[in-house]
T-cell receptor, first 112, second 113 residues
């Protein structure tokens, strides 16, 4: 699976959009981009995933660049409860979910 | 909403003792994973089951760790003997299919003293 690079930490004002970048320049054609988050002392929570088209669900939007070498997770109206570590993972279609390499993620702090 | 259940939530044990963790995946999820997460790091996969069979235990320290999923539903992860370096969060996750997203339990925080 391709390696991902994320900033170590980011801040966001409450009510504003939080845009979390992820670089996956070595991604291959059949690899999906997954996002999870982990709130302190809890297990990771699945957020969203995509292949090449932008995706949106009730939690977030995922924007994948045309060359698929990077993506951005958007939380449209961040709240204090969105403070967490966000993990970007790249995984092949035939790779088991458990093979996801989490890395160290981005610590997002939402401030009032 | 269906959840992955884990117990205990916290466990303190002395080094050289045995310790066990239990996981009940989301109903119908054939794939089950055990992860270890050291403080400040991302989770790392220890073992993966497909139904009752182990499909990947390449990262499991087999001299002291064992895992089973006898009936293909709930699972137990055991450490014997525990060492100080085993202090970590132990996470269980399940997925409907191997390729789908994984859903995690709350984890068991193990402290070895």
């Amino acid at each position: 699976d391709a390696k991902t690079t994320q900033p170590t930490s980011m801040d966001c004002a409450e009510g504003r959009a939080a845009n979390l970048p992820c670089n996956h320049s070595t991604i291959s054609g059949n690899e999906y981009v997954y996002w999870y988050r982990q709130i302190h002392s809890q297990g990771p929570q699945y957020i969203i995933h995509g292949l090449k088209n932008n995706e949106t669900n009730e939690m977030a939007s995922l924007i994948i660049t045309e060359d698929r070498k990077s993506s951005t997770l958007i939380l449209p109206h961040a709240t204090l409860r969105d403070t967490a570590v966000y993990y970007c993972i790249v995984r092949g279609l035939n790779t088991n979910a458990g093979k996801s390499t989490f890395g160290d993620g981005t610590t997002l702090t939402v401030k009032p | 909403e269906a959840e992955v259940a884990q117990s205990p939530r916290y466990k303190i044990t002395e080094k050289s003792q045995a310790v066990a963790f239990w996981c009940d995946p989301i109903s119908g999820h054939a794939t089950l994973y055990w992860y270890r997460q050291i403080l400040g790091q991302g989770p790392e996969l220890l073992v993966q089951f497909q139904d009752e069979s182990v499909v990947d235990d390449s990262q499991l320290p087999k001299d002291r760790f064992s895992a089973e999923r006898l009936k293909g539903v709930d699972s137990t992860l055991k450490i014997q003997p525990a060492e100080l370096g085993d202090s970590a969060m132990y996470l269980c996750a399940s997925s409907l299919a191997r390729q789908g997203p994984a859903f995690f339990g709350q984890g068991t925080r193990l402290t070895v003293v």
